[in-house]
């Protein structure tokens, strides 16, 4: 069973929506979980908040972490899931900011970083991914979507959901 189909499951058998807002995963996560007939009894709103200014707008993320912590972030991942989970009233709100690369990484964050959150039960959880810089971007971008994935699946059995 996929990532997605476990989830799914997951969220219908609770009766638990799920919202995203992506950036480095460029709609990924979304369109995976939507691949699951079925699909719209628990996904409520997806957006891909690639700009600063996206997650500024749609998600309410401060421009003083935006400017100050940078969208790759802890801090930022915190601020989107907040900021979705307000915006979209979803039981779950699944956020990822990263650098897919192969270009845009620094010494102080490389490409292969990914922050992904999820807010649930009022409570947001951030994990930070990191990820060998050789790996080709598409191939990057499914093993960020696979990694915000499994933190949902994580978080929800450790609410004892799963």
């Known amino acids: 069973m996929t990532l997605e189909e476990q989830l799914g499951k997951i969220l219908k058998d609770k009766n638990l929506t799920i919202a995203t807002a992506e950036s480095c995963t460029g709609g990924l996560v979304s369109s995976r979980l939507t691949d699951i007939s ?29 400017n100050n912590q940078g969208a790759v972030s802890e801090e930022c ?17 699944l956020c990822t900011t990263g650098i897919a690369g192969p270009t845009g990484g620094t010494k102080e964050k490389p490409v292969g970083l ?49």
């Open 38 to 66: 079925g699909s719209s009894d628990y996904v409520k709103l997806n957006f891909v908040t690639y700009a600063n200014e996206a997650k500024h707008k749609i998600l309410g993320v401060n421009w003083d972490i935006l």
């Open 77 to 93: 991942a915190h601020a989107m899931a907040d900021g979705l989970n307000k915006a979209t009233g979803c039981d779950i709100a």
């Open 114 to 162: 990914m922050y992904t959150s999820v807010k649930y039960k009022g409570i947001v959880t951030v994990k930070e991914i990191k990820l060998s810089p050789d790996i080709p971007r598409i191939e990057m971008k499914q093993q960020f979507a696979d990694k915000a994935l499994e933190l949902v699946i994580s978080v929800l059995s450790d609410n004892k959901i799963a």
